[in-house]
């Protein structure tokens, strides 16, 4: 153990937080993920800044509201100049280092007028969040050439699956019983086995390429934080065996959604319901085929992340890691009729979040489950300070953590926000919505969530009463519901006039305005007299030099 530990930061994406044993599923069993857990702790209500992958990242990554840096959708350039997680460390003497997702896109327009170039060192770092790329796989491209950035694609080329697009051609498809190859992007083939074997699959290789760079890591020295990021068990729906077979109808939990959400005069909430991928995941049909891949993609993530903590306790480096575990938001899986994520609801929204902290200070926390409200945003400033990096609060939105990993007071929060930007969607098009109005967000106190859609009036439920948020309560005349919308309205408000751009307020700068205004403006004096009683200092008192 250091003073300066290292961070193993494991992100999944689209996982839901109830498709954990640790969090109450009944049939899929995550004993690794269950153990880290057990030795750590376990948070019940953390939420992300937005429930799509891009903006929900971002935050993640700067520790800052959607608002606040600008990348409100999957390919909206993070700008140059938005500090990042990575810069952060770096400033500090450490490394921040990415294996797998970010689903980053660089601000190529703001380096070309900076005259930065991307293939330089400042050009990478600005390109990929500030992290330096170990090894980068965004996936999700279906169509086209190989991404320039990813080495899986080089990788399973090298292991004989050889074609334009290997990701897409094997590792999220399958075959049939005649050997033709069927594409995971059609949801009906879920259920085939994955044309690479396991230890060809993207979850382990980059397992693999995590262990690696710590390997790489032990003889350079300097503190770390690895974004270990993969990409399952997001669509593509599609697991390599013996995974692909593991669960069936059996496994699957009931849908959480009534009849009178079908019926909803809410029209942006029809226009959700409305759109294809809800109308798919509406059908049992389609939930028989994805949910036992989905499941079977988390029980392989499970057995990857039993084997690298495995490894690092052999290579000691347990002993000196602080541990997070989470997700960028979660999957509704034909719950409240819909499909994909989107919107609000607590299995889109929440995500597990778990971190195990092996410093003594945080022992006495380990085991314990905290039902605090935090956000995403909070990981950033838990990391920095964890690794001695000074407080930026005039930068970073989010609060560290380590109060609660330690179990004592000193942390607490009134509410989560979330965003969304649906201007590209089918339900701005349905409704005709322009892109400067196609937006929502969500204000949550811990019982009451609140979503303000702009131009529709809102959508509200009570999570005490109510917890599978099936009665939308955004229209109710009950005078208690009026005056919880108009609570949550004007808190939304407050929140969103907050300073939030001024991240060049350092301390030093907010000192010399300080002085500035106490002694150096003189606009507003009268006379001599009324100068010398404010100030207590004689006007004048400077002696004027000749230029020569």
Known sequence: MTDRPNV??????????????CYGHPHLHTPHIDALADRGVRFTNAYVQSPVCGPSRMSAYTGRYVRSHGSTWNGMPLRVGEPALGDHLRAAGAR???VGKTHMTADAEGMAWLGID???QIGVQVSQCGFEPFDRDDGLHPDGPRQNWSAYDDYLVAQGYASDNPWSDFANSGLDADGARLSAWLLKNSRLPADVPEEHSETAYMTDRAIEFMRQAQADGRPWLCHLSYIKPHWPYIVPAPYHDMYDARHIVPPIRSETERETDHPLMRAYLDARVC????RDTVREHVIPAYMGLIKQLDDNLGRLFAWMDAAGLSENTIIAFTSDHGDYMGDHWMGDKDFYHEMAVKVPLILADPRPAAKAAHGTVSDALVEMIDLAPTFMAAMGCPPKPHVVEGRDLAPILQGVEGFSRRYAISQHDYHWSEMARTLDQPQEHAHTTMIF????KYIRCEGFRPVLFDLQGD?????????SEIPEHSEVRARMEAALLDWATRHHTRITATPAVLERQKKAAEGGILIGFWDEAEYEAATGLTFG?????RPD
Not at 445 to 448: A, L, V
Not at 467 to 475: S, V
Request: no cysteine; hydrophobic share 40%.
């Open 96 to 98: 921040a280092v990415l």
């Open 8 to 21: 193993l930061w494991i992100m999944a994406d689209q996982l839901r937080f109830d498709y954990l044993s």
């Open 541 to 545: 008192d400077r002696t004027p030099v």
């Open 279 to 282: 109308r798919s995941f509406s």
């Open 467 to 475: 917890p599978q948020e099936l009665t939308d309560l955004g229209a």
């Open 445 to 448: 106190d811990g019982r009451w």
């Open 118 to 120: 991307p293939d330089s």
